[in-house]
């Protein structure tokens, strides 16, 4: 296995939730139905990690966020799952396997992505 690609965000909750609230729909545009339902700091960190899993394979055009989902395990890490645009695009830049790192603190949400071929 060899890195293929490293992507980090950083999101200002705060702003993140007066962007959410000025444009309702934007929530419905970035995110799945699951993780809707989650409060606004783990959906500023869900932002933060899709936009830094793009940054990881390259930033191409054309992704559906809906198509890159943080999901969490029973033990609390989290995961990425792709499928669409994203798995299309991770497969063209010979992703196999990605990792994620995401943390909460000070009012900002950060998201670490790795992505290994």
């Known amino acids: 296995m060899s890195i293929v690609g490293i992507g980090v965000d950083v999101v200002d909750v705060a702003r993140f939730e007066k962007s959410l609230t000025r444009t309702p729909r ?15 700091v783990s959906l500023a960190g869900r932002f933060a990690a899709k936009e830094a899993l793009a940054k990881a394979i390259g930033a191409p055009g054309g992704l559906d966020w ?3 989902e943080v999901v969490t395990a029973a033990d609390g890490r989290p995961s990425l799952r792709v499928s669409g645009t994203v798995a299309a695009a991770a497969e063209h830049a010979g992703v196999a396997s990605w990792h994620l790192s995401l943390s909460h603190d000070g009012g900002m949400a950060v998201a670490m992505v790795v992505a290994e071929s």
């Open 26 to 40: 934007l929530a419905e545009r970035l995110f799945t139905d699951a993780e809707r339902a989650l409060p606004v």
């Open 66 to 68: 809906h198509d890159a």
